[in-house]
């Protein structure tokens, strides 16, 4: 039995199990992680074109027909 003034190194020892579950599941996570990021941006994108569209159709409006034309 060492002595206990004595540093031996490691401490404890946990399995947390196979390393290639622990990659996939970082993996995983990260990946999950990208999508939403992606989706959320998506999500914002389709609502700036919808106001644009929007924009559009009133200035269009404005100037009296679908084209922007009133009779050029």
């Known amino acids: 039995m060492p002595d206990l003034r004595e540093a031996t190194g490691v401490v404890e020892a ?3 199990g196979p390393a290639e579950d622990s990659k ?3 993996q995983r996570k990260r990946l999950a992680t990208e999508l939403r990021a992606a989706e959320a ?7 700036a074109a919808t106001k644009m569209e ?13 084209e922007g034309r009133s009779g050029d």
């Open 24 to 26: 996939d599941e970082v």
């Open 14 to 16: 946990l399995r947390v």
């Open 54 to 66: 929007q924009r559009i159709a009133e200035i269009s409006k404005e100037l009296g027909g679908p």
């Open 41 to 47: 941006k998506l999500e914002r994108q389709r609502r």
